[in-house]
């Protein structure tokens, strides 16, 4: 590609160590397809896109020095962050050298920053069709489990609000450990062997969930009767789990690698051309992914990367994602995106058993949730009959 001046730089915080970094791994790949494809269009304002690594070793403290490191180096916005306690650590040092972040992962809503644009699902883009699928074919009763930390704890909150509004009860809620020992989850196992027929609902992440979906699966649970649900649970954490244990299990998010889309097609070729034939991708790294993207045509549209200028060219054009087509809300800074349900068939691969027929707005604050799901065109919406 022909150069024209110094690169345009951006940093990436996707964790390569750590708890979470069975997922974030994924993320980092994703990011980098972006920026590989990108610079083989012809990069940026005819200058090379160049990328800044780091391993922020899914800690919030190093989270943070990373992100200052970065930025120091000359990244002109940050991609990256999976838990929200590392997403809290950055925002304030983006905030104050007037930068961005792009988040990719899905979280529990409430917020606004104006130096973050949100990629992932954001509360009613995932919860409330999870809530709907659960209670119409699981019955209801439910236990959580979830990791100690800020996600879990706000994500619960809502999915029992969620599940309340529809006659389902939660029966326990129990946290442990982010990187919990085996004595903790032999704890859980058998609190859940006494709960009864429950269905859970986990909030796990990382090594720690599929240490405990593995442990559920030795234990014998009835994965049809009695599924592990999660907003987290993807393709990445299948892999290293293993396909027979997986099988039964519920996901809820605005992409799977199943996706049947000529976009979604193209992506999984040139990943997995990339980073190999068995290389998972979930809904996280198909986030980290179009959001390089968004940022790139963004800075095409606004001949800069200063932060105002892209930020206010964002919501001015829609992406073929992977999922399908998406784009950034103007007043939320989070993004329009296709809900969907699936459940971990044979050989571990998801198979979509509920969908929105149309990207869904973000409604972090959850506004309308609860006004939508009853009605008739909210049935047309996500696709049950």
């Known amino acids: 590609m022909a150069s024209h001046g110094a690169p ?34 012809g990069g940026l304002l005819g200058r090379e896109l160049l990328l800044l690594d780091s391993d922020p070793a899914s800690s919030p403290a190093r989270s943070k020095t990373e992100a200052e490191r970065l930025l120091d180096a000359g990244a002109e916005a940050l991609f990256g962050c999976y838990m929200s306690s590392t997403r809290k650590a950055v925002l304030p040092v983006v905030e104050a050298r007037n ?16 130096c973050c644009i949100y990629s992932g699902a954001a509360p009613n883009q995932n919860a409330g069709m999870l809530a709907d699928y659960l209670t119409e074919t699981h019955g209801d009763s439910y236990f959580f489990v979830g990791s100690n930390y800020v996600y879990p704890y706000e994500s619960n909150r809502i999915m029992r609000d969620l599940l309340s509004n529809r006659g389902a009860k939660v029966v326990d809620e129990v946290y442990i450990s982010l990187n919990p020992s085996d004595e903790e989850i032999a704890k859980v196992i058998a609190t ?58 519920i996901k809820a998010a605005p992409y799977f690698s199943v ?29 980290a992914y179009f959001q390089v993207r968004l940022f790139a045509e963004a800075v095409r549209r606004a001949g800069t990367t200063d932060r105002m200028s892209v930020v206010k060219a964002l919501p001015t054009f829609s992406f073929e994602a992977p999922q399908g087509t998406v ?47 009853r009605d008739d065109a909210s049935d047309a919406v996500y696709g049950r009959s």
């Open 99 to 114: 930068s961005l972040l792009f988040y990719p992962t899905l979280y529990e809503g409430f917020e606004y920053a104006p």
């Open 8 to 41: 345009v730089t951006i940093g990436i915080l996707f964790s390569t160590t750590g708890v979470t970094a069975v997922l974030e791994r994924a993320q980092r790949q994703a990011a980098m397809l972006a920026v590989k494809q990108i610079n083989s269009e």
């Open 327 to 373: 784009r950034v809300d103007a007043v939320t800074h989070h993004t329009h995106l296709w809900p969907r349900v699936a459940v971990v068939g044979e050989g571990g691969k998801f198979q979509i058993v509920r969908e929105a027929t149309e990207p869904v707005a973000p409604d972090p604050y959850l506004v309308e949730l609860e006004k939508r799901p």
């Open 259 to 287: 996706v049947d889309t000529a976009a979604n097609k193209a992506f999984i070729h040139a990943y997995q051309d990339s980073f190999g034939p068995d290389s998972p991708v979930s809904a996280e790294a198909e986030a």
């Open 192 to 249: 859940l062997k006494n709960a009864g027929p429950v269905v859970v609902f986990s909030t796990l992440v990382g090594d720690g969930a599929v240490r405990f979906y593995r442990a559920y699966d030795r234990a014998g649970f009835d994965r049809h009767a009695q599924p592990i649900a999660s907003l987290t649970f993807g393709e990445p954490e299948i892999h290293a789990l293993g396909n027979d244990a997986a099988t039964g299990h």
